[in-house]
């Protein structure tokens, strides 16, 4: 088997796994329909398959959201001319974007139908950390709860998404367009073809398929210490952390005195999770493991 087929079959295997995605959206897709003849192809009729292949990606579509979201759990309305308006039943609105609106909608999917972020102490007029505010949806989440919540996020397309966010429900959210890490300099982040919503400083080598560049733009973002963050808000009950990559400097250039100002972690991790496991363990965090890469932690000394 070629190289290329090889990655390409690959690619197409950790699409069919990805237990995040939906099975209507997986039969919508035809990977199904791709994963057999791959499973049953040889190595000559594999090179056959991908020869000539492209990848190309279009915009989402109103059509795309009514036809993979259940419509009884969310009502969705033209905003302006960049938005859809999202209602979720028995719970916020939020805006989304109209070019990549499949995937915010996964986003709102996961935070308020799936309830992805359910695994927490009660919150209310606690302080909640979140790095990777994306499109704010965990920010109004945790705030919906009674938080107090600041908020960081590196892209100005998210940041300033999250802000409408925050105020389209009425809530007092301090959002900032900082990326986090273990210095304060600049730093260029990695933007997929299809805009902010696949966004990283770091790309970490098991999740990226040889000869595909998945992050093909760039942009310069600001970053800031996470220590120094802690130092101006004080302890801080309840950090989350999705933030693809910056959780490792960011996490591990802590001492021992500053990560025990933090009493709760709730983090998607990117790499081998073993680093953050042993520093958060040697600061006195009970760690355990969810699936989808999660990590929480909990200090009890």
Not at 33 to 49: C, G, I, Q, W, Y
Not at 51 to 68: F, I, K, N, Q, Y
Not at 252 to 263: A, Y
Request: glycine content about 6%; overall charge negative.
């Amino acid at each position: 088997m070629s190289s290329r087929a090889g990655a390409i079959a690959r690619a197409f295997v950790r699409g069919v796994a990805d237990p995040r995605l939906p099975l209507l959206a997986l039969r919508e897709r035809g990977f199904g329909f791709v994963l057999e003849r791959l499973v049953h192809a040889t190595p000559e009729k594999l090179d056959d398959m991908v020869h000539g292949l492209e990848v190309r990606s279009s915009p989402d579509t109103l059509a795309d959201l009514l036809h993979l979201f259940n419509p009884c759990l969310v009502d969705v309305a033209d905003e302006d001319a960049q938005h859809y308006r999202v209602t979720v039943r028995g719970g916020p609105v939020l805006l989304i974007r109209k070019a990549v609106c499949v995937s915010d909608m996964r986003v709102v999917e996961e935070t308020f139908v799936r309830d992805l972020y359910a695994e927490h102490p009660p919150l209310d007029e606690r302080t909640v950390l979140d790095v990777g505010a994306n499109l704010g949806d965990t920010s109004v989440y945790y705030a919906r709860k009674g938080a107090r919540v600041i908020a960081y996020e590196p892209s100005k397309e998210l940041c300033d998404l999250a802000v409408r966010n925050a105020a389209l429900n009425g809530l007092d959210i301090e959002v900032h367009q900082l990326g986090i890490g273990c210095d304060d300099c600049m730093l260029e982040m990695a933007i997929g073809p299809r805009g902010a919503t696949q966004c990283s400083m770091t790309v970490f080598p098991d999740t990226q398929v040889p000869d595909e560049p998945i992050l093909s733009e760039r942009a310069a973002i600001h970053v800031v210490p996470l220590a120094d963050v802690l130092a101006r808000i004080g302890p801080v009950f309840f950090l989350k952390m999705d933030c693809e990559g910056c959780e490792y400097p960011a996490l591990l250039s802590l001492s021992t005195g500053q990560l025990r100002t933090i009493e709760h972690v709730f983090m998607e991790y990117h790499g081998s999770p073993d680093p953050l496991r042993r520093k958060l363990e040697e600061s006195g965090f009970t760690v355990r493991f969810r699936e989808w890469k999660l990590l929480l932690a909990d200090r009890i000394s």
